[in-house]
């Protein structure tokens, strides 16, 4: 699947989501949320090594995040 329906609204979020939150995640990680968000998506499983960035949305999808 093509990421390109993600990159703008991630963009924008990157940049709402630090002020809002007063933290700040790259724009991969934008995008990545984006698509773990997307409930046309069939996404099981995650696997990263920061957990604290993605774990609001694979909590509320029932996506379960592999780590170390």
Do not use: P, W
Not at 19 to 42: C, G
Not at 46 to 64: A, E, K, M, V, Y
């Amino acid at each position: 699947m093509d990421d390109i329906d993600y990159k703008e609204f991630a963009l924008e979020s990157t940049f709402s989501f630090a002020y809002n939150s007063n933290r700040s995640l790259s724009l991969v990680d934008m995008v990545i949320r984006q698509m773990l968000a997307d409930e046309r998506l069939n996404i099981s499983h995650l696997i990263s090594f920061n957990q604290g960035d993605f774990q609001d949305i694979c909590t509320r999808r029932n996506i379960q995040i592999l780590s170390d």
